[in-house]
């Protein structure tokens, strides 16, 4: 593959070839490893700590990484990193997450409803004074 400004490929051009043909649950990985460390690793190395909270860093991050900047500065690599099949994909992992999740909530409700709350509301003895 080389380049549009030469006949050299450019490490740029590699990956974006890469990205192309790496499989599903890697580009998952890869994505979330980008949109977690980047904003960690530029609130830490340019000690911006000190003036904001990270959650304003993670915001900005989004802001340059979403397409308006990150996808008009580069939509090849914008495209082949945060295409819509992997984004469909990676909401359907969040949302069997957050359904696992409201399932063992709701399992744990259950669980201190039926079973502890008899335990929890027997009547309590003056137990400190039986131990002398």
Known sequence: MTS??????TSFD??????QHIKLGDILLVQAAIVILIPYLLWRTLRLGRRFPLGVIQILTGVLLGPAMFGA???TLFNSLFCA???GAALRVLGEAIGTTVAGVGVSILFVKFVASPILNRPIKNEALKAR
């Not at 549009?4 to 490929?9: A, E, K, S, T």
């Open 4 to 9: 549009r400004r030469g006949r050299f490929p």
């Open 14 to 19: 590699n990956l974006i070839a890469l990205l």
């Open 73 to 75: 500065f580069s939509p």
């Open 85 to 87: 099949v992997t984004i």
